[in-house]
Structure formats: C-alpha cells, structure tokens
C-alpha cells in the first residue's frame, strides 16, 4: 500500500508556478531555453537541509546562463525581462525554504510520531545529517543502493523524492507499506504516474480478445486533471532519460546534477595559520571526524584535513621511502643507480650519446631522455630503454648477463609503477578508514603500507586546521579591488 503524505504549502506552490510563467516567457519572447534551472529545482525539491539551500543560491547567483543566453540573442541584458526573471525567481523559491523548510519539518515530525518500525530511503548527503536528529531505534536510515541490494529486509519504507517513471516503476512494485513525503507538484507528478499506469491496464481490458471472452466492455474511469510545472516535467523527463548508471548516480546523490552546471564557485578559506586555500565547492576534505565532505558544506571554525590535490601519489610515495626503507629503499637505490649510470655515460659520449643508445635499442625521442636527466622518471618508460643504458656501459658484457645485471632494478620499476597505479585509485577510503578506525584498506596492505607511513603522511601533508573566513572568490572583483588599493597607494 502506498500512502502520499502532501506537504501543504501554497504559497511556495504559487512561487514555482510564477517561476514556470517567466520561463514560459522566456521561451515564447526570446526562444530560449534554460536547461541549468530545471537542475537547481530537482535539487530544491529533494533538499531536506535548510543550511545546504545557501549553498544553491551561491552556485545559481554564480550561474551566467540566463545572461549568456539573452546577450546571444541580441545583445540583451537581464534588465529587460522585467518581473518575468526566472532568476529572481528561483532566488525567491530557495529563499522560501530557507525560512519555510517543510518538508524537512514535516518527514522529521512524521518519522518522530510513528509507533511502528520504520525505514528512512535517504540520500548519501542527507543520512549524516538525519541521524543524530531523529534519534529513535525503530528508525533505520539507509541510501537505495542499500534497499535494493536487501530489498526482503526493511518494510514500511519512507521516500521524500519522486523522480517520474523509473521511481514510480520501483516503487509500485514494492511489497508492505510505502509513505511517500511530498510537495504538492511531486505529488502532481506521482498522479500522471499512476494514470499512465491506469492508461496501459486500460488498453488491455478494452482489448477485443477480453471482450470476446467475456462479453463485457469495459467503461474506461475518467482522468482527473493534473497540473504539473513544465520545469519539473523536463527535467523528469530528462533524469528518466538517464542510462542506468548516471540514474543510480543521481538517485544516491542529486548533488551530482550541478556538475552539469558550468559555473563552478571556488571558496576562498583562510585558515587559522593564516595558510589561504582555493577550493571548488565540490572538492572532497576530511572533517573531524574522518568522514569525507564536499567543501560547500564546512563552515568557519570547522577542522579540517586538506586532501593533497596534487601530485598526492608521489608524496604518500616520497614519506613511505622516508618511513620503510625496508620495503621501499631498494626501488630507490636502484631508481639512483641507473641514473647515475646515464650521468657518466653523457659525460663520456657527449652529444653521441642519444645516437649510441638508440643503436642499442632505445625507443624514447631525445626528449624523453633529456627528462631521465633531471630526475621526473624514476625510472625510464620501456625496459628496452633501461637495456640500451646498461649495453652501452657494459659493453664486454652478454645479453644474459645484462638481463642478469637488470633483473633487480626491472623490479623495482615493477614495484614502483604498481604502486603508483594503485596509489591513484580510491585511496580516499583507505585513507578515511585508517583516520576514523586506524585501519589500513586493502590496497594499501597489498602495497605493505604501514601505519608508521600513514601518520607521518598525514601530519605532514594533511594536518587538522581550523577554517578562520570563508567567502565565494570572484576572481574579477579581486583583481578590481587590488587595481584600487595599488591606486590609492601612488
């Protein structure tokens, strides 16, 4: 059985109805069709986090679609659409559920009354945020992913998003108890559901072969009306368009619709070291507890550990030669070795030397051995590179008595390579799970990683620091305000 639990809130109705009417007039004055705002009111809809909503606005107000489209169209600026500007509009929708979030009220208020066991069919984002609110045992907070890979252990499901065909698919198909929390255009939307379910039943009860095997026709039951934004419509319609795995991508996270939004907002964060960082909104930290967070969502006085964006596998590389020569001090003995090997042939060979090493065999363009030089390769790209060195430095020597000579330092770039590869690859888990339960994950003990080299990484690369300002950085204004400091200055 599946109950709908409306959210009553007209005047937030009557906002995303004047919202489709300035849409609708963009699109009959100036044929222009927005595709970014469908994906902020999915987002707005599904959003039970009222502190998550500024976040939207930041990221909509950043947002030049709209104005990119009229100057496209002849030069117009946003001035002209007068009281028919989507954007003001959306601003108003989001701004109404910052002060008004009911459906967070009223799914915390629901699941807090019931009586009975019941689970929670949450976002990734959002089951961090209910735990420690709906503080009740008989309530179980799981993602969908979850759900469906243990269907036949939860009942009395709750869900507060419906997303069209694929959801409704889903969701009719469920057996015991289903509460849906809904706005009142989700719930239009769940309504044209169910009657295009009612059409295809239907079709096959007005069939002629029903008809002649029980004489009876059918007396088709009317269609209600149904009123549903063409905003939310399209973008329905497109997510159901989506293939399997952009839609399990979606239904886990709807933060993922903003990363077909262009605009990014990168975060100025000033730390209590007064270190500054530049961070896209979207980039993951670790807070302090270990979980992993997107950056939009720390604020000023939080603890954070910075994740090495760059070159992030050549340092854990670099502290684990400093930690564990036992495991790594070979692959750097050898890294050395062949290198200083290649050094004292340029000092005896001069400028033969690329033409001498590719007589025996090296693949490489001068480039690339210029690189060996300064030490960017720990070791060179082919095996037949590494041969034509030592062929040509030990020249009195068989070919099987080279490969002997080459069997050490194969394997270490062997090791090395591997370990790179590997180091490139979820370490973000691994890392959570040794911060949080001082485990080493499976990759990282495959690649005999010891605790020793996981604390020495992560207080040097990645120690706690407390945020101090925060602000969205606009690049242009910055570069306006250090023109007029510089001209106040002469």
Not at 80 to 87: A, C, Q, S, T, V
Not at 98 to 125: C, G, M, W
Not at 422 to 430: C, M, V
Request: with cysteine.
């Amino acid at each position: 059985m599946i109950t709908i639990n409306e959210i009553k809130d007209a005047a937030f109705e009557a906002l995303i109805e004047h919202f489709d009417e300035s849409v609708n007039y963009l699109k009959s004055q100036f044929n222009i069709e927005l595709k970014t705002y469908g994906n902020f009111l999915r987002i707005v809809l599904n959003n039970i986090q009222p502190d998550s909503l500024e976040y939207l606005n930041e990221r909509l107000n950043v947002n030049r679609e709209l104005e990119r489209a009229l100057d496209n169209t002849g030069g117009y600026t946003i001035s002209i659409l007068g009281e028919n500007n989507p954007k003001v509009r959306l601003n108003s929708i989001i701004e109404h559920l910052q002060k008004k979030p009911l459906k967070s009220i009223q799914l915390i208020d629901f699941i807090k009354k019931s009586t009975v066991r019941k689970t929670i069919i949450s976002e990734a984002n959002d089951i961090d945020y209910l735990i420690p609110i709906i503080r009740n045992s008989r309530i179980k907070i799981i993602s969908l992913a979850e759900l469906k890979r243990n269907i036949e252990l939860y009942e009395n499901l709750v869900f507060y998003s419906f997303n069209g065909k694929k959801d409704f698919d889903f969701i009719y198909n469920l057996q015991g108890e289903v509460s849906l929390e809904l706005y009142a255009s989700e719930h239009q939307l769940y309504k044209s559901q169910l009657q295009k379910r009612k059409h295809l039943i239907e079709d096959e009860v007005k069939s002629n072969d029903r008809i002649n095997i029980c004489g009876i026709p059918y007396e088709p039951i009317p269609d209600l009306p149904i009123h549903i934004s063409r905003t939310i419509e399209d973008i329905v319609n497109r997510i159901d368009d989506f293939g399997k795995r952009a839609y399990e991508n979606y239904k886990d996270e709807t933060d993922t619709l903003l990363e077909e939004i262009e605009e990014k907002i990168i975060y100025k964060t000033i730390f209590s070291n007064d270190k500054t960082e530049y961070l896209e909104s979207n980039e993951i930290v670790f807070n302090a507890n270990g979980d992993l967070v997107k950056v939009y969502r720390i604020n000023v006085a939080d603890e954070v550990r910075i994740y090495p964006r760059e070159q992030f596998a050549e340092k854990l590389y670099k502290v684990a030669v400093e930690t564990d020569e036992v495991v790594f001090g070979k692959v750097e003995e050898y890294s050395k070795f062949w290198q200083n090997i290649l050094i004292e042939l340029k000092k005896v060979h001069s400028s033969r030397l690329y033409s001498k090493l590719k007589s025996n065999g090296l693949r490489v363009l001068p480039g690339t051995v210029e690189s060996y030089f300064n030490g960017n390769r720990k070791f060179p790209m082919f095996n037949s590179d590494l041969k034509a060195i030592f062929k040509l430095k030990y020249s009195e020597k068989s070919d099987s008595e080279i490969d002997e000579l080459l069997a050490p330092i194969r394997k270490s770039k062997s090791i090395y390579n591997s370990t790179m590869i590997a180091l490139g690859r979820g370490i973000k888990q691994e890392i959570k799970l040794f911060l949080k339960e001082k485990k080493i994950g499976e990759i990282l003990t495959n690649l005999r990683f010891t605790a020793t080299t996981l604390n020495a990484f992560i207080e040097e690369y990645m120690p706690f620091q407390t945020i101090k300002e925060k602000e969205v950085y606009n690049e242009e204004i910055e570069h306006i305000q250090l023109n007029f400091i510089q001209q106040m200055e002469l």
